[in-house]
Every structure is written in C-alpha cells, then in structure tokens.
C-alpha cells in the first residue's frame, strides 16, 4: 500500500531492477531461489551484483572477488551472461514504451520515464500505470522492479533507491524536509572527494549546501551555483528518448608480438588520441573504458571500468586504461591491443571538472588548442612526448 497526498498528480519515474543479474539467474535457475548467488568470477575479478540473501552477509557489488568469497564462502558464484541479461532489458524496454514515448534508459537494468499527460490514454494515473507496469514485469520476465515517483530526474532516483526491493516510494514535497540531514553523498554527482572538500568547508548535510547564497556558492568554484542547486533538490533535465548505448573504439595490431608494459603502453597512448577524436566526431563522450587484448594464442582478453565522469580527452582516457594494462603485462605476448568507450554519454556532459577536479578544465582548453593547430597545420603539427618513438639503433 502506498499513501501520499501527491500520489496521483506526480509523473516523473524512475524504474530500477532489483539486483538484476542475479535476478535473472535465479528466474533461471529456481533451485537457487533461497541460496545466496553472487554474479561474477575469477580471483582477481570483482562482483558485477549479487542478491539480496549475499548482501546479508556484506557482499556489495564492485567488491573484490576474493573479498566477497570470504565474506560469504557458500556462495554460488555465477559469471555473467551479457547476452541473456541484454535481452531480458529489451523486453522491459518494450513495455515501458508501451506506456509513453519518454522512456530514457540510464543502463541495463535502469530507465527514467515521463508519464505527463497519460493519464487520459490509460485511464489511471501515473502511479496506477507504473504499479500495473510492476506486476506485469514479474509475471512475464520473472524479476522485481523497484519504482521511485517524484516531480524530477533526481528526485525519482532517490525515491527509487530508499524503496528497494520490490519497492514503490514517492517524493513530493516533503522531499526538502525528507533529506535535509541526509549526508552529501547521496546526491548524484557528489563522489567522495568533492564530499571531502565541502566538509572541509564546514558543509555535510544536504540542507547545509542548500542553505548558501549566491554569494557562498561562488566561493566553491564555477561549479557552486549548479551545486547549491542539485542541493535544493532541483533539475531541470528533460527525459530524452534514446537509441540503445552503442560504442565507440580503436584498436592496433602489432607487427610482432608484445609483452613489454611500458611498449604496450606506447601502442595504447595514440590509440587514445583516436579514440578521443572519434568521440569527438560523433558528439559523444566515454562514460566506461574498455580495455582489449589478444594475445599471440589469439585468447582474447577484455577488461573494463567506469570513469568517474564523462570525457573524450585523450590524456584522461590513457590515465584510466592505464591501471587496466598494468594488470594484464603478467608477461603474456600479445598481438592487438584496442580501446573503446561504453557506455557513452553526451557530450555536454564531458570534462566539465568540479570543486575537487580544477585540472580538467585546464586539460581541456589545452586540447582545443592543440585541435585548433592540428586542423590548421595537419595531424603532425603538435605532438606530446608520449607520442615520440625512439629512433632504432639510439639510446
């Protein structure tokens, strides 16, 4: 039962499946339906999600492996299958556009609806809509969404979040009160350095950030006002329909074989450069990396991270595939090395720096400087010294 003085006139929603990996494996499999399951694998690997039964014991996804196993030894441990995953989102995908044309997914297992001026078409309000939307997704697919209702983007999140699983929670105008001695982090955008640096500043809770005037929030940086804002609970983002996240990348066969770190890296760095031009070109920015190897055995090898924010610069991009090599140059031979963006996000997004990210900016400016000589003067007008080979037969 859900009661709420808002309850019919809010349409903004957010739809969350509950731990959906292992969601579907245990649909699958209902011989695990009381066992704890956690989906990933391998020693050095990390746990993609696991249900609610594992995070009893202190299992959360991203949670090294090795950890997760210690944590809970028995376990059942299940690698991922992208393909059966992809398709049961599809099918969720279709029946939220079954409900309004603004459906904008967020990832697999997530997507933000508009269910303004629907009412009339269905017969019932939004939340009417959404529970009968819940019930048809656990008939039909087996799985558990949790819903969050509120008057934004934002807010319908938050809500989504404080309901699950299997939960529908709504927003209204209490929001302020509601989360007003809720510590920063809870906000989108607000990892743990920036939560860092507005603590030492004296600022914790959310209603604290809130309180600052205009003259305050220009003393956090160029970002303070859009902070001050998303405090107050406020977002203006409209829900844009949009294709499924395809991805972008490049990638390198070598001459002969490579196994050195620091020449893979050499093979990497202009790579990135491409890469970055192409997210560039197509009004994009990388979201995740992904980093790929094949070896001389022609095994390949893939391995992938999510940025903390949006960028196509090149030199960022290097940095964070970085730590993905240095893991992988265990000695192997390897005849390709590539580096692609997925998710992606939209470009204005990109590089835009924060309170605790002042050198983004900078590397910013730096590289449409460097664009602005190269389409004047050609590609080989500027160079940076990563990008320089050593001559054979010099030092």
């Given at each position: 039962?859900?009661?709420?003085?808002?309850?019919?006139?809010?349409?903004?929603?957010?739809?969350?499946?509950?731990?959906?990996?292992?969601?579907?494996?245990?649909?699958?499999?209902?011989?695990?339906?009381?066992?704890?399951?956690?989906?990933?694998?391998?020693?050095?690997?990390?746990?993609?999600?696991?249900?609610?039964?594992?995070?009893?014991?202190?299992?959360?996804?991203?949670?090294?492996?090795?950890?997760?196993?210690?944590?809970?030894?028995?376990?059942?441990?299940?690698?991922?299958?992208?393909?059966?995953?992809?398709?049961?989102?599809?099918?969720?995908?279709?029946?939220?556009?079954?409900?309004?044309?603004?459906?904008?997914?967020?990832?697999?297992?997530?997507?933000?609806?508009?269910?303004?001026?629907?009412?009339?078409?269905?017969?019932?309000?939004?939340?009417?809509?959404?529970?009968?939307?819940?019930?048809?997704?656990?008939?039909?697919?087996?799985?558990?969404?949790?819903?969050?209702?509120?008057?934004?983007?934002?807010?319908?999140?938050?809500?989504?979040?404080?309901?699950?699983?299997?939960?529908?929670?709504?927003?209204?105008?209490?929001?302020?009160?509601?989360?007003?001695?809720?510590?920063?982090?809870?906000?989108?955008?607000?990892?743990?350095?920036?939560?860092?640096?507005?603590?030492?500043?004296?600022?914790?809770?959310?209603?604290?950030?809130?309180?600052?005037?205009?003259?305050?929030?220009?003393?956090?940086?160029?970002?303070?006002?859009?902070?001050?804002?998303?405090?107050?609970?406020?977002?203006?983002?409209?829900?844009?329909?949009?294709?499924?996240?395809?991805?972008?990348?490049?990638?390198?066969?070598?001459?002969?074989?490579?196994?050195?770190?620091?020449?893979?890296?050499?093979?990497?760095?202009?790579?990135?450069?491409?890469?970055?031009?192409?997210?560039?070109?197509?009004?994009?920015?990388?979201?995740?990396?992904?980093?790929k190897l094949k070896s001389a055995?022609?095994?390949?090898?893939?391995?992938?991270?999510?940025?903390?924010?949006?960028?196509?610069?090149?030199?960022?991009?290097?940095?964070?595939?970085?730590?993905?090599?240095?893991r992988e140059a265990d000695g192997?031979?390897?005849?390709?090395?590539?580096?692609?963006?997925?998710?992606?996000?939209?470009?204005?997004?990109?590089?835009?720096?924060?309170?605790?990210?002042?050198?983004?900016?900078?590397?910013?400016?730096?590289?449409?400087?460097?664009?602005?000589?190269?389409?004047?003067?050609?590609?080989?007008?500027?160079?940076?010294?990563?990008?320089?080979?050593?001559?054979?037969?010099?030092?």
């Amino acid at each position: 039962m859900v009661r709420h003085p808002e309850l019919f006139s809010l349409a903004i929603a957010h739809i969350d499946c509950d731990a959906f990996y292992a969601a579907v494996e245990k649909r699958d499999r209902p011989e695990l339906r009381d066992k704890p399951v956690i989906i990933g694998g391998g020693v050095r690997g990390v746990v993609s999600t696991c249900c609610y039964i594992a995070r009893i014991y202190g299992v959360r996804s991203a949670m090294p492996m090795f950890k997760a196993r210690k944590l809970c030894p028995q376990a059942v441990v299940i690698k991922p299958d992208m393909t059966k995953y992809a398709a049961v989102s599809r099918q969720m995908r279709e029946m939220m556009e079954a409900l309004t044309p603004l459906v904008q997914p967020l990832s697999i297992d997530e997507a933000a609806l508009d269910l303004s001026g629907t009412a009339t078409l269905h017969g019932a309000p939004p939340a009417i809509v959404l529970t009968r939307l819940a019930r048809r997704v656990e008939a039909a697919l087996g799985i558990t969404i949790s819903i969050g209702l509120s008057r934004n983007r934002m807010l319908a999140k938050l809500a989504a979040e404080r309901g699950k699983p299997r939960g529908f929670f709504v927003l209204g105008r209490e929001a302020e009160d509601v989360l007003a001695n809720e510590r920063l982090g809870l906000l989108p955008g607000f990892g743990p350095a920036l939560v860092k640096k507005l603590e030492a500043r004296g600022i914790v809770t959310i209603a604290q950030l809130a309180a600052l005037d205009r003259h305050e929030a220009a003393k956090l940086g160029h970002d303070g006002a859009a902070l001050v804002a998303r405090a107050r609970l406020q977002d203006d983002r409209p829900i844009r329909p949009e294709r499924e996240s395809k991805s972008i990348s490049a990638e390198t066969t070598f001459e002969t074989d490579i196994a050195d770190r620091a020449a893979l890296e050499a093979e990497l760095w202009p790579l990135c450069e491409k890469l970055g031009r192409r997210l560039h070109r197509e009004d994009q920015a990388a979201a995740g990396l992904v980093l790929k190897l094949k070896s001389a055995d022609f095994q390949q090898r893939t391995r992938s991270q999510r940025l903390p924010a949006p960028t196509r610069l090149a030199e960022t991009i290097f940095e964070a595939a970085q730590p993905l090599l240095a893991r992988e140059a265990d000695g192997t031979k390897f005849r390709l090395i590539g580096i692609g963006a997925a998710p992606l996000a939209p470009a204005a997004l990109a590089d835009l720096g924060d309170l605790a990210d002042t050198s983004t900016p900078r590397r910013r400016a730096r590289q449409e400087a460097i664009d602005q000589l190269r389409a004047r003067f050609g590609e080989g007008a500027v160079q940076r010294g990563r990008a320089l080979r050593p001559v054979k037969g010099k030092g």
